[in-house]
T-cell receptor, first 112, second 114 residues
């Protein structure tokens, strides 16, 4: 099973760029990397997904090096509303008979 | 478009009772998964259903069961409730059953067992 490792928590200030790195040394050749965001008392929300190099959408960017053993979620110019837990998953969390693991995630706290 | 809807939003049950949680997926989504989330932890996979058949099961006891209906909605049933079953139960739907199809979560049912 592919396991991910990410920092337990991070602090930032409004307007800064935040980079959260996730390690996934056992990633399989056909695995995608997916990030979710979760606010208290809500379900996780899909942010971004990628396979290699760089992916960007209106919310974030995802950087994946050539060896794919890690990935970095980049949140540009964070605001207070970006305070949440961020989960890195190998695969999308859609198990289809697999047991994809949600870790404890990274708790991002954005300060004014 | 409506997102994934779950009912009820909150529920209080007594130890030993039975509970049924309900989930309606996004229109067109055929895959439904259930997760249990205890405070401070990430969601733990319970079941996945696709086209009304169970496709995956996590490490949960047989007290947990689920089913998917012809309209792709789903129910999660938990028998003989224990205090440790208190958690946020999340339902997620996706367009396909493959491992890389992004999940769309509802806001969950908060179950409290006393």
């Amino acid at each position: 099973l592919a396991k991910t490792t990410q920092p337990i928590s991070m602090d930032s200030y409004e307007g800064q760029e935040v980079n959260i790195t996730c390690s996934h040394n056992n990633i399989a050749t056909n695995d995608y990397i997916t990030w979710y965001q979760q606010f208290p008392s809500q379900g996780p929300r899909f942010i971004i997904q990628g396979y290699k190099t760089k992916v960007t959408n209106e919310v974030a960017s995802l950087f994946i090096p050539a060896d794919r053993k890690s990935s970095t979620l980049s949140l540009p110019r964070v605001s207070l509303s970006d305070t949440a837990v961020y989960y890195c998953l190998v695969g999308a969390g859609n198990t289809g008979g697999f047991k994809t693991i949600f870790g404890a995630g990274t708790r991002l706290f954005v300060k004014a | 478009d409506a997102g994934v809807t779950q009912s009820p939003t909150h529920l209080i049950k007594t130890r030993g009772q039975h509970v049924t949680l309900r989930c309606s997926p996004i229109s067109g989504h055929k895959s439904v998964s259930w997760y249990q989330q205890v405070l401070g932890q990430g969601p733990q996979f319970i079941f996945q259903y696709y086209e009304k058949e169970e496709r995956g099961r996590g490490n949960f006891p047989d007290r947990f069961s689920a089913r998917q209906f012809p309209n792709y909605s789903s129910e999660l049933n938990v028998n003989a409730l224990l205090l440790g079953d208190s958690a946020l139960y999340l339902c997620a739907s996706s367009l396909a059953r493959d491992r890389d199809s992004p999940l769309h979560f509802g806001n969950g049912t908060r179950l409290t067992v006393t």
